[in-house]
């Protein structure tokens, strides 16, 4: 498969497989249920569900747990992660590709992304936002590392792999029919429900 862009490759191969070792475990689905719960009491009759960089579904599993009748779908560029998505028979669509490759085919009521924004090349964020926004039929779940200005962090040794800024300031600047819903952090040391340090953002179109 070609590439756009080297992170792309970086997280299809080799280093997207060691991820998937390090996030499997079962504190995982219960600090995304209430992660998710907090989120998803300011929606109103989300339907359907679509997850940009799904990995292994964790993030969807605990979604699914609070939505149990909504239709899901996924997208992930790692294909042993797919192999993963795809034992889950309330997955409606698995999509093996790239999120630069998603062909919109509808629009989902829920369009989340999480911890994916981070390591999409920047020269490129402009159209994954587009994706985003026109995947969406009403709310955008923007879940990432943020900072007030644009800045690379080295991500286990690795050079230009992890990007923060404000991806939600900038969402909302490029689409002027959208709106600020809530937003909330989770701290890593959280008591009880941790999370990776992120800063979540809940958008609507109006």
Known sequence: MGYRTEQEK??????????????????????????????????????????????????????????????????????????????????????????????IDYQRDFTLIKGVLIHINPSYLSDVYEILYKTSKRYICIAEYYNPTPVEVDYRGHKEKLFKRDFCGEFLNKYNNVRLVDYGFVYHKDNYFPQDDITWFLLEKE
């Open 10 to 103: 970086f997280w299809s191969e080799e280093f997207g497989e060691e991820y998937i070792k390090r996030n499997n475990n079962l504190n995982n689905n219960a600090n995304n249920i209430a992660l998710f719960a907090k989120i998803l009491s300011k929606t109103d009759s989300v339907k359907s569900v679509i997850e940009f960089g799904a990995n292994i579904g964790l993030n969807l599993q605990a979604i699914h747990s609070l939505l149990p009748l909504a239709e899901y779908s996924a997208l992930e560029i790692n294909k042993k992660a797919v192999t993963e998505l795809k034992q889950y028979s309330w997955i409606k669509n698995v999509y093996s590709q790239s999120i630069h490759d998603f062909q």
